[in-house]
T-cell receptor, first 121, second 109 residues
Framework: GAVVSQHPSWVICKSGTSVKIECRSL??????MFWYRQFPKQSLMLMAT?????????EQGVEKDKFLINHASLTLSTLTVTSAHPEDSSFYIC?????????????????FGQGTRLTVV | AQRVTQPEKLLSVFKGAPVELKCNYS??????LFWYVQYSRQRLQLLLR??SRESIKGFTADLNKGETSFHLKKPFAQEEDSAMYYC???????????FGSGTRLSIRP
C-alpha cells in the first residue's frame, strides 16, 4: 500500500529557532502534497498545497514567510516553521496525492502521514 | 465558500445499535465526498468515498445533493468502530481536501 512518512514524529524547539518537517511518499510519486495543521481536539486545517517544482499555494491567513514549503522532488516536501513561537505549537500533518496512472482521472487518493507534533518552548 | 459541517462532536452508542454520523457540505460545484477515520494513536486513513459507492467495514454513505449531505451509517456498531471520524470534501480546482470538525464515535459494550 501507499505510505507517507513524516519526520520527525515530534520535535521540541526553542522560541526563535526554525524547524524543518519532512514529508515523504515512500512507494509512489506525488506531484501534489498538502500540509495541514491540527490543534488539540480540533479538525485539520489546510495550510498550503505543495507542488513539485513550483511555488506552494497558501490558504488565506497562512503566512508564506512563516511556513516555508519546498517540494523539490516527486517524493519529498518539506515544511519549515521559521522563527517559531509558542503559538506555532501544533500537530502538523502532510498528505500526498498519488500521481495518476496513464488514462486515470486526476482525482486519485490522498494518503496521510503520521503527523509531527511541534512544541515550541 | 466550501465548507464541511459535522454537527456532533461526540456520539456514543451501545454495541449492536445503529450508527449515523452526520455530515453536511457547502459547495457550488460538483463535490467529491469522503469519510476518513482515525483510530487511537494511528494516522488518518480513508474509510470510503462517495464515487465508489461501496461498503467498508459495514459502513455506507450516500451523497444526497438535494440535502447536501453525506451521512455515514452502520446498522450494527462494533466496539472496534470507536474512533474519530472526519467527513471531507474535495473540490476539483486544485484537488484540495477540506475536513469537517470530526465526530468521536464511542461504542459502549
Amino acid at each position: 500500500g501507499a505510505v507517507v512518512s513524516q519526520h520527525p514524529s515530534w520535535v521540541i524547539c526553542k522560541s526563535g529557532t526554525s524547524v524543518k518537517i519532512e514529508c515523504r511518499s515512500l512507494d509512489f510519486q506525488a506531484t501534489t502534497m498538502f500540509w495541514y495543521r491540527q490543534f488539540p481536539k480540533q479538525s485539520l486545517m489546510l495550510m498550503a498545497t505543495s507542488n513539485e517544482g513550483s511555488k506552494a499555494t497558501y490558504e488565506q491567513g497562512v503566512e508564506k514567510d512563516k511556513f516555508l514549503i519546498n517540494h523539490a522532488s516527486l517524493t519529498l516536501s518539506t515544511l519549515t516553521v521559521t522563527s517559531a513561537h509558542p503559538e506555532d505549537s501544533s500537530f502538523y500533518i502532510c498528505s500526498a496525492r498519488k500521481n495518476p496512472a496513464r488514462g486515470q482521472g486526476m482525482n486519485t487518493e490522498a494518503f496521510f502521514g503520521q503527523g509531527t507534533r511541534l512544541t515550541v518552548v | 465558500a466550501q465548507r464541511v459541517t459535522q454537527p456532533e462532536k461526540l456520539l456514543s452508542v451501545f454495541k449492536g445499535a445503529p450508527v449515523e454520523l452526520k455530515c453536511n457540505y457547502s459547495y457550488s460545484g460538483s463535490p467529491e465526498l469522503f469519510w476518513y477515520v482515525q483510530y487511537s494513536r494511528q494516522r488518518l486513513q480513508l474509510l470510503l468515498r462517495h464515487i465508489s459507492r461501496e461498503s467498508i467495514k459495514g459502513f455506507t454513505a450516500d451523497l444526497n445533493k438535494g440535502e447536501t449531505s453525506f451521512h455515514l451509517k452502520k446498522p450494527f456498531a462494533q466496539e472496534e468502530d470507536s474512533a474519530m471520524y472526519y467527513c471531507a470534501l474535495r473540490y476539483s480546482s486544485a484537488s484540495k481536501i477540506i475536513f469537517g470538525s470530526g465526530t468521536r464515535l464511542s461504542i459502549r459494550p
